[in-house]
């Protein structure tokens, strides 16, 4: 089980956990590590059948029309910045940031 796995259990946050991953192991694991929650709770809750094959694009695809769809499509588009780009800067870090905290909430209590 990877070290941001084990941290979920522990029952904190989506945001704590990240921050510890951030400070262990950088900006793009941590990145990562936010992107792999959010689309494991969002292909169980969808029945999205093999969504770790999908690329972030294709997966956001597939939640097409859904409520919660517009914030996580901000997200997904700093998660590509962050992971695949290599931008590191302080600005789109806290715009990363701030869309894992809203697509959290947006994601809380809903029936995807």
């Known amino acids: 089980m990877d070290s941001f796995a084990y941290d979920r259990l522990s029952g904190d946050p989506i945001f704590v956990c990240y921050l510890r ?5 950088g900006l793009s ?14 292909a169980q809750n969808l029945h999205i059948r093999n969504h770790r094959v999908l690329t972030p694009r294709e997966f956001l695809r597939s939640c097409k029309e859904k409520p ?6 901000s997200f997904i ?7 695949y780009g290599g931008v590191k ?17 947006s994601l809380e ?3 995807h």
């Open 21 to 25: 991953v951030l400070e262990k192991e």
């Open 29 to 42: 694991t941590a990145a990562r590590a936010v992107y792999v929650h959010f689309t494991g709770n969002i």
């Open 68 to 73: 919660f769809t517009g914030i996580f499509s």
């Open 77 to 83: 588009f700093l998660y590509e910045q962050v992971r």
């Open 89 to 105: 800067t302080q600005k789109t870090k806290t715009e990363f940031e701030e869309s894992v905290q809203k697509t959290d909430k």
């Open 109 to 111: 209590g809903e029936d």
